[in-house]
């Protein structure tokens, strides 16, 4: 039998997470459902990060200006999303490190330092997402300006605290509560909205289209990066962690299967939040000729004259909101992964989180006070572009450690796994290469 400990190069680092590391026992015995539930929750916490305020501005400005036709991309963006995470979670489990962790081990600091920047940089880009999508919900709901809720957004801090302090379950119980009322929110929304289900069907169908219109291109890169958000790796890379499983063999393949389960089915969710945005944007703002909306704060506006009514604008603006702290939440607890991991750097929570809030704080005030509040959208689905071309920096990495046996022993990742996800990072890269070719030729986005 094979163990991965010989294939790093490093001494073992402290565990992804040490305050909640293995602190949720996982049933033994004959209680196999007790044993599932032990380990449903993580799951959800990385599908936030589908359905997050970046994911609103792609698919509202997608929908809008082309209907159903980048349902295609949503739905492949999941896809790669599931297998991705799938590899996560047997590298945790196998090997016992997060991504972060893996690189520092693996790499000399001439790559590491590189790889956590970039890393980081992506954590900044999803919470720019976050602080501006939070703003906007703030002010739809409550009137309030958008330069004040941005500032208002930094209390997320204290909720954060209050929730670790009250263990790690409560943190899963917070975000899938907030998810499941998204999920209602949604579901009236497009119940009221009668979209041509026909029209959505043929929506799921490929189409060659997104690779040579550079504006569509553009809006499906920004799915793709807010949809296989590369925080979300090292996310689920740590978080599996916090289970008790068995260090056994068969332990250790149970726990990939459920965690395995967990992912899939959240992220199947958040594929149907994800579609619901684009297909209510398609419907409404498509169908009555309003292609060109790319606020949400427009989005909103324009919601009761179509639908009819205060109820369609009032939940949209709840799912916001509940998207917005989602995403803080998550995005916490992955730039403490990413810090710690790649640079063995721990700090407070607290102050993790002032650092990234402040850094995501100061851009979206820039662009509002040089440009105004309106081109709060623009910038949002730039961040989501952004992260698309961070996407290799953490795909490859994943892929090569995965696939090496001396690495992860038993749990080595099947080769078609391998090869599925390596045309995955290789297609990403393709696309933003194209994507560079055509601004650098002058076409319009």
């Given at each position: 039998m094979s163990t991965p400990s010989a294939g790093w190069r490093k001494e073992r680092s402290e565990p992804s997470l040490s305050d909640v590391f293995r602190s949720i026992a996982v049933p033994g015995g004959h209680s196999p459902l007790r044993r599932v539930l032990a380990f449903i929750g993580p799951g959800y916490l990385v599908a936030v990060g589908y359905m997050d305020p970046g994911n609103w501005a792609t698919s509202l400005a997608g929908g809008a200006k082309y209907g159903y036709r980048l349902l295609f991309v949503a739905l492949l963006s999941n896809i790669m999303a599931i297998l991705l995470q799938a590899l996560c979670a047997r590298l945790a489990i196998g090997s016992g490190r997060d991504l972060a962790q893996a690189c520092r081990d693996a790499f000399s600091p001439l790559l590491v330092i590189p790889l956590w920047l970039l890393a980081e940089a992506a954590i900044i880009a999803t919470d720019l997402a976050e602080v501006i999508g939070t703003a906007i919900g703030l002010k739809l709901l409550f009137g309030l300006p958008l330069e004040i809720g941005v500032f208002v957004t930094g209390v997320d801090v204290f909720l954060i605290l209050w929730l670790q302090k009250r263990g790690f379950r409560w943190i899963e119980g917070f975000v899938i509560t907030l998810l499941a009322?998204?999920?209602?929110?949604?579901?009236?929304?497009?119940?009221?909205?009668?979209?041509?289900?026909?029209?959505?069907?043929?929506?799921?169908?490929?189409?060659?289209?997104?690779?040579?219109?550079?504006?569509?291109?553009?809006?499906?890169?920004?799915?793709?990066?807010?949809?296989v958000m590369p925080h979300n790796l090292y996310l689920h890379s740590g978080i599996v962690q916090t289970r008790a499983y068995g260090a056994d063999p068969a332990g250790k393949g149970e726990a990939l299967r459920l965690a395995t389960w967990d992912s899939t089915v959240a992220l199947m969710l958040a594929l149907a939040i994800n579609a619901s945005i684009l297909i209510l944007a398609a419907a409404t703002f498509h169908a009555s000729g309003n292609t060109e909306i790319v606020e949400i704060d427009q989005a909103h506006a324009l919601l009761s004259p179509l639908l009819g009514g205060a109820l369609a604008p009032t939940l949209f603006g709840i799912a916001l909101l509940c998207s917005g702290l989602n995403a803080a939440v998550t995005a916490t607890m992955s730039g403490q992964i990413v810090m710690e991991g790649f640079v063995a750097l721990k700090v407070s929570p607290a102050l993790r989180r002032l650092i990234t809030r402040l850094l995501a704080i100061l851009p979206a005030i820039g662009v509002i006070l040089?440009?105004?509040?309106?081109?709060?959208?623009?910038?949002?689905?730039?961040?989501?572009?952004?992260?698309?071309?961070?996407?290799?920096?953490?795909?490859?990495?994943?892929?090569?450690?995965?696939?090496?046996?001396?690495?992860?022993?038993?749990?080595?990742?099947?080769?078609?796994?391998?090869?599925?996800?390596?045309?995955?990072?290789?297609?990403?890269?393709?696309?933003?290469?194209?994507?560079?070719?055509?601004?650098?030729?002058?076409?319009?986005?």
């Open positions: 009322v998204i999920a209602l929110c949604f579901f009236v929304q497009i119940v009221m909205a009668r979209p041509d289900w026909g029209g959505v069907v043929r929506g799921f169908a490929p189409s060659t289209d997104i690779v040579t219109d550079p504006g569509m291109l553009y809006l499906a890169l920004g799915i793709l990066g807010a949809t040089v440009y105004g509040a309106s081109e709060a959208g623009k910038l949002l689905i730039l961040s989501q572009v952004v992260l698309s071309f961070q996407l290799p920096f953490a795909i490859v990495p994943l892929v090569l450690f995965t696939a090496n046996r001396s690495k992860m022993g038993d749990l080595t990742a099947p080769r078609w796994l391998t090869a599925v996800c390596a045309v995955i990072a290789v297609a990403i890269i393709g696309l933003n290469l194209n994507l560079l070719v055509s601004v650098w030729r002058g076409a319009p986005i």
